[in-house]
């Protein structure tokens, strides 16, 4: 048996497991009493985060197949989905009771995902990455549509899952393609037969396109953004929130991995299609995101105007020089925004009514007054998606300008500064609505949800005094490179 | 490479040429009496009545998706068999996982009552 492969996955392979058990189990509990699958489903991740940490850094290898890897991305990446898995099962418990759509499911269906998010990060092989994203991505097309009497969520389900399975066709057009230029789908392979043997570069660019183009799908990055905002949307904003933080986290990461261990010697025929991505990712974004009444669509736009900024970070990769502060700023950018993202998806997920009311701005009115520990929070995280100092966000963006000056695209961080400034009207409009307008808005019983509201602002603060701690870790998270 | 598959070729002109000669020694040396039966699509069968497009009971869907789970297992099951012994013990307990996790899909789908007709 191939013990190393087991020793790398066996986190993953532990939560697949207990998502197996929890659909089974679920089927014998009765639906007023799901709360205890949510409790399942909780310790299942716990129990597996708790596994990846005490695993802790193995020594970066790859089983003797070459299909999967074990490094400080992976790991680090590990902790992070499977946090967001935490998050999105305190986001949805108390919503699946008032919606009335207390589905075990929902709890077993995140489980898959998150499953699929960690096989994604130890990916090391074209064909494995495919089967991960497919793990990631077929779950969340069912919970997108969980909400199923409501056509908004039916609606969103049969869209996201249309524009996955076409983005999922790129991605293996693009394999294909690889493969015929190189004969290798696992990464190192790639970046060996790219240095010595000819490859015809004509396929070879064109299948990198491709596989960038699927994966920019999933990471919503213009000009194949257009599904998002609806799909957002419609879906139960639990489902959404673990969405926008945890997929996009999940898109970054094999985008990275692939890039920088795959690719890097063809740098200058992808880095200006990567720019063109991140510039026009970030103005369309948030360009788009100012005449958005409804919150939930406000945040799905600047969730793809935070791919643009993440991007960005990217756009660098070829370089050796700045490699690792790609990584570090990637990374930091990433913990950063789920924390932020995680926190204003439960602030509104805590507004939103029985009936999906409640997601317009004016619904926010008088947040301030009557619920002053909630508005803090949605405070904390507009300022934190902004990049106002004292903030998580400040320091994010600040380390991704600063690796995109490093890497000598200079004009790229200008872009970045400028839409910043541009997305501070649509962030702070909200702080408007909440101490400077009048009105008495309702905001359901859900403790677990302002927990999670409050120390995601905590941390989103607390971190804030302390950048370089976190920004060490990312930075001592290397990735392995061939 | 390619002229490995000049047999192919060879075996689908004569297929193609044979399928064009029968229907036209049919067409030049039959007797031909055409009738308003004759001519309908399917000359054997029901009279057609009413549309052909029907509203179907959601519920073959349910049954046509899980026909394709277990067969998908069956194809992956034949390959498997023929090289059992190659895989050894490996091999038995990699299809074992594989057939408890359509099983646990199949006990989801029993006790959820999709099984049940009425």
């Keep these: 048996m191939n013990s190393d492969l087991l020793t790398i996955l066996l986190p993953t392979l532990a939560l697949t497991g207990w998502a197996l058990l929890l659909l089974l189990v679920d089927l014998w509990i009765p639906r007023e009493h799901k709360g205890i699958t949510a409790v399942l489903a909780a310790a299942g991740l716990a129990a597996a985060l708790g596994l990846t940490l005490s695993q802790g850094r193995l020594p970066a290898m790859t089983d003797s197949t070459v299909m999967v890897i074990s490094d400080g991305y992976a790991l680090f990446l590990d902790v992070l989905f499977l946090a967001s898995g935490l998050a999105g099962v305190a986001l949805a418990h108390e919503y699946l009771k008032r919606a009335n759509i207390a589905n075990g499911e929902y709890y077993a269906l995140l489980l898959f995902s998150v499953a699929g998010m960690m096989l994604m990060a130890h990916a090391y092989n074209l064909i494995l990455i495919f089967l991960a994203l497919e793990l990631l991505s077929i779950p969340l097309y069912i919970l997108s549509g969980i909400n199923r009497p409501r056509l908004e969520s039916e609606e969103s389900a049969l869209k996201y899952f249309l524009l996955g399975a076409f983005s999922s066709g790129f991605v293996l057009y693009g394999t294909a393609l690889i493969y015929g230029a190189t004969a290798r789908t696992d990464l190192p392979g790639i970046f060996a037969a790219l240095q010595s043997a000819p490859v015809n570069p004509v396929i070879f660019i064109l299948g990198a396109v491709l596989l960038l183009v699927g994966l920019a799908y999933k990471v919503s990055a213009v000009p194949f953004h257009m599904w998002t905002p609806d799909v957002y949307e419609g879906a139960p904003t639990p489902v959404t929130g673990f969405m926008a933080v945890a997929v996009k986290a999940a898109g970054f990461a094999v985008l990275g991995r692939i890039l920088m261990a795959a690719f890097p010697t063809v740098g200058k025929d992808l880095t200006p299609i990567l720019w063109a991505l991140a510039a026009l990712t970030m103005l369309v974004g948030n360009l788009a995101a100012i005449t958005q009444k409804s919150i939930k669509r406000m945040l799905a736009y600047s969730s793809i105007a935070h791919a643009g900024y993440l991007l960005m970070a990217l756009v660098p990769f070829s370089n050796r020089l700045v490699n690792s502060d790609v990584q570090a700023s990637l990374l930091f950018y990433l913990v950063a925004y789920a924390l932020t993202g995680l926190g204003a998806w439960a602030v509104v997920t805590a507004l939103e009514k029985q009936n999906g009311d409640g997601l317009k701005l004016e619904d926010y009115a008088g947040l301030g007054k009557s619920h002053p520990w909630l508005a803090l929070a949605m405070t904390v995280f507009m300022l934190s998606f902004t990049g106002i100092p004292l903030t998580l966000g400040f320091w994010g963006k600040f380390y991704l300008f600063r690796t995109a000056i490093e890497g000598g695209f200079t004009l790229l961080a200008v872009i970045g500064v400028v839409t910043s400034l541009i997305s501070a009207y649509y962030y702070l409009r909200v702080l408007m609505y909440m101490y400077m307008r009048a009105g008495s808005p309702s905001v359901e019983r859900a403790p677990w949800l302002q927990v999670t509201a409050v120390a995601a602002a905590l941390a989103v603060v607390l971190i804030s005094f302390i950048p370089n701690v976190l920004l060490n870790l990312a930075g001592n998270s290397l990735l392995l490179l061939p | ?118």
């Design chain 2, 1 to 118: 490479m390619l002229e490995n598959y000049y047999p192919l070729l060879v075996i689908l002109s004569i297929a193609v040429f044979l399928g064009f000669l029968v229907v036209a020694l049919g067409v030049l040396f039959g007797p031909r009496r055409p009738t308003a039966r004759k001519g309908a699509p399917y000359e054997s069968g029901m009279v057609p009545y009413g549309e052909g497009r029907r509203r179907i009971s959601v519920r073959y869907y349910l049954i046509a998706v899980l026909f394709i789970l277990f067969d998908i297992e069956i194809v992956f099951f034949l390959p498997w068999a023929v090289v059992l012994r190659q895989l050894g013990v490996e091999g038995l307990i990699g299809m074992f996982l594989f057939v408890g996790v359509l099983l646990v899909g199949f006990v989801y789908v029993w006790k959820k009552g999709a099984l049940e007709w009425e």
